[in-house]
Structure formats: C-alpha cells, structure tokens
C-alpha cells in the first residue's frame, strides 16, 4: 500500500455506474454461483480481495466498496478498495474507514449482514460521515465457514454476536436505499467469499501457528539430538618432541667448564669431547701428587737400607710404606680428575642444550646436568596434562600431535605412560606428565619430527555424549561451586 488515497472521497470514487434494473432472481443466482466459484478459484489473497471488490458489482450495482480485515483486537486494516490499485494506510479516508468498521464490527449487529445506521457510530464517526461517507451502506461480515451468521433482514442479531468478530468485512456504499432482495444475495455471497477468505487466509495462518508451535519443538529435539551424538572425550595440552631413551651429561666433578667442543644441536659421534673444565688446579694437583709420591717413596727406600743395622729404623718401614700407598692413592685420584676434565660422549646422538655462552665460566657441581644425547630415530611426545582438562588416561590411548610449524598435518601416537603424581610444568601449572610413543611412518620414508620441536596434543579417550564434552569444565566448575 504506498500510493495516496485522495483526502476527497469524490475524486477518488470510481464513476457512478448507470442505474441498473433489480436481478431477475434466476439470472441474480445464476451470478451469484458464479461470484462464488470464481472466489473459490482464486489462488492468491490479493486476486481474492479484488475479486470481492470489484466484481461484486456484477450482481449489485453499489458506487464503492472496501474490504477490511479484523481482528479480535486492534484496529481493523483496509485492504482493497474497488477501483483503486494500491492503498495509501495513512490517508484520511482510510483512518476513517478502519474506525468505522471498528465500531461496526463490534456492535450488536457486527456480525449480520445489515445497513449501516450513522446515528449508532461513535461521534468522532459521525461527525465525518457526510466528509467520507455514502448515505447508505451495507456491512457484510466475511465469517469462517463453521459460523452460521444471521443474513435474514430483520433477524434478531443478539444470536449472531455471540460468535466473536469475523475475520474480515465488506463494505458497500451507495446512494440508494437497500432492498431486502438485495441484502438477501449479498448475505449469500458473504458467505461464500468468508470461505473463500478463510482458504486461503484461514487454513494459511493456522498452518502457520502450527508450524510456529512444532518448530521449536523439532528443534529442540534436533538439539537434544545433537547432544546426545556420542563422541571421543579428548584434552589438549601443551606437548614437545624428546628422545625415548636420552642420556643425561652432567658434570663429573665441581669446576668451571671453560671450553665447548660441539654446537647446540650438532650430531655427535661415540666417544667425542663434548666441553671441558678449567684445568689449572688439577694439574697443580696432580704434580704435587706426584712429587709427594716421590718423596714418600725415597723415605721408604732410606729406611729399607738402614733397617738392616738399626733396629729402630726397621720399625718405620712399615709406617713409611703405608705414606707411599696414601701418595700413590692420592696420585690415582688427580690423575682421575685430570681424566675428567674433557667430558666425551658415551654415544652417538644429537648434542641438546641451550647456548653455549650459558655455560662458559660457569661453576657446577657434581651431577648438576649439561646437556643431553638424544637419539633423532627414537622420538617420542612429552606432554604436560593441566589437572583441571586430565581425562581418564589409559595406555594405547590415540594421541594426535600438532606441530606449531606443520599444524595442518597432525602426528599420530600412542599413550605409553602417565605419571600418578601431578607436578609444576615450566610455566607454573600443576600438570601430569604424560609419554606417547609415534606410530610409524609406513612407507612414506618421512623423516622423524626434530627433536625439540614444540606443539599441542590431543589425546583422546573413552566415547560420551556430546552434551559431557561441551559442558564438561562447567559441570566440574559447577560441583566445585555448589558441591553437588
């Protein structure tokens, strides 16, 4: 509706027809069956609204019609008016027009076909009425085809009103007076164009409250449906690629390592220096070892020479051997030491640790661990499992890895071990440490994946609903929570 209905009902009314003869009454059936079969064939609310307004003409001659939709409550809203292709809501005309049919529509005769008495209108109506208004016009609700309206001219009209308001109604005006012959035919036809209306807008609607009323309902279903898929329960965690059987470098003795032999990461072979220790002590120790073995040894060659004649002296020797064995042991040990002042590589592998200015000049103690000899064809997955995402862990659990420099082309692997106990990954979070162990490559020939390479697992366990992996850490939060 968005062309303008005239403010002036005599420019927009369509020419007065030239009066017509009444019907005969077997010609004015004749056209009555044939309004209603060509309603009943309507595909379309709209054609069915012009239709109405527009070749009702054809069995009563009237000077305009309109057709308006109801509801229970609320302003009715014109529709179509007979001779005129698109309505204006806003005009003048139309506000009026709806207020008219409001106050009909819910009279006592609102639901009879009858003439339209101005002096039973509200006196905003009534007021306009010779503005807007023909002198005599016809209501005729348009009623669902369960209700039995009274057409019958003079009917008492308290029965009919107690069916609730039409869905729709016409409205003919014209300059003559109404004949009861004539209300008789028009109360017919209402009739059948109220199921013709009801159709194509009644069963429409209903349909579409029905469907309104089912969708949520399906998707409901759909969604409780969807939650109740069982999939595999997994967790990520933050994951690196090691060795399955590295051996541990640390130092052989307390020091300050001077040198470095190997790069971070550089392959080495069996039995190749790895780094050094500072030395100058142990050498110093070592001489003075040695020159105090000497030393101990000439004492006890003396004494052996002179036992011979001085029975005192005989007595030292024992005491003077036990001071060579004491030097010669001490000896041993320097020489050790000086031995472990270049550290080898018991094994070939890959050399992994830091930066070699991380460990020049720097003092260590026994034991304390330098680097690390990992085997590059012996891989596996180290993964640090926060305790709020741990699952069940089971050994042969399927482990996907995903590389941070390759995420597209996930790992597989198989859980081998998952520690009891949780501790302190590197960045603070109370973890379990969990070992997956790579499938093979198969006949790819892939390379393994660098040691040290960093990304997330994915570890997967037993099937659950959909609805448990969703809400799984809100459920646990909650029960933490309230304690159910």
């Not at 220096?273 to 030395?279: A, D, H, Q, R, V």
């Not at 100058?280 to 002179?306: I, M, P």
Request: charged share 20%; aromatic share 6%.
């Amino acid at each position: 509706m968005s062309a303008a209905i005239a403010q002036n009902p005599s420019q927009n009314a369509p020419p007065q027809p030239a009066p017509q003869a009444a019907p005969q009454p077997v010609n004015g059936l004749l056209m009555l069956l044939d309004l209603q079969r060509q309603a009943w064939r309507q595909a379309t609310a709209p054609e069915l609204r012009y239709h109405i307004v527009n070749q009702t003409r054809r069995l009563i001659a009237y000077r305009q019609a309109a057709f308006l939709t109801l509801a229970e409550r609320g302003r009715p809203t014109l529709e179509a008016v007979s001779n005129i292709a698109v309505l204006e809501p806003n005009a003048p005309f139309a506000r009026w027009l709806e207020d008219a049919a409001r106050a009909v529509s819910a009279g006592a005769q609102g639901n009879a076909v009858h003439v339209v008495d101005p002096a039973a209108l509200p006196a905003a109506v009534r007021s306009a009425w010779g503005e807007w208004g023909p002198a005599q016009v016809l209501w005729c609700p348009l009623r669902k085809p369960e209700t039995k309206p009274d057409i019958l001219p003079g009917a008492r009209p308290e029965a009919a009103g107690k069916a609730g308001p039409p869905p729709a109604g016409l409205w003919l005006g014209r300059d003559e007076p109404w004949t009861d012959g004539e209300i008789l035919l028009l109360g017919h036809l209402a009739e059948g164009y109220g199921h013709a209306w009801w159709a194509l807008s009644g069963k429409r609607a209903s349909r579409r409250g029905l469907r309104r009323a089912v969708l949520p309902l399906l998707v409901l279903l759909l969604i409780a449906g969807a939650l109740a898929i069982p999939v595999p329960m997994s967790t990520l965690a933050p994951a690196e690629i090691q060795t399955s059987n590295p051996v541990i470098v640390a130092a052989p003795l307390d020091g300050v390592i001077e040198r470095f032999h190997v790069q971070p990461n550089a392959a080495v072979a069996a039995g190749q220096p790895l780094f050094s220790f500072e030395s100058t002590v142990l050498r110093s120790r070592f001489e003075v070892a040695r020159k105090g073995l000497t030393q101990a040894e000439a004492e006890l060659l003396t004494a052996s020479q002179a036992a011979f004649a001085d029975p005192q002296t005989k007595a030292r020797v024992s005491q003077l051997r036990a001071q060579v064995e004491l030097r010669r042991a001490e000896l041993a040990l320097a020489r050790d030491l000086l031995d472990r002042v270049t550290v080898k590589a018991e094994r070939a592998g890959i050399a992994v640790f830091t930066d070699i200015n991380d460990w020049l000049g720097k003092p260590v103690s026994v034991g304390e661990r330098v680097l690390t000899l990992a085997d590059p064809q012996a891989p596996e997955i180290d993964i640090m499992v926060p305790v709020g995402d741990a699952l069940v862990l089971e050994p042969g659990s399927p482990v996907e890895l995903f590389l941070n420099v390759d995420p597209l082309n996930p790992l597989r692997a198989r859980l081998t071990h998952a520690s009891y106990e949780a501790g302190l990954s590197t960045a603070g979070v109370l973890s379990y440490r969990v070992k997956a162990a790579l499938e093979p490559a198969g006949t790819s020939g892939q390379a393994p994946p660098r040691i040290g390479l960093r990304g997330t697992a994915k570890i997967l366990g037993d099937r659950v609903p959909l609805a448990l992996y969703l809400f799984r850490r809100p459920l646990a939060l909650l029960r933490q929570t309230l304690g159910v």
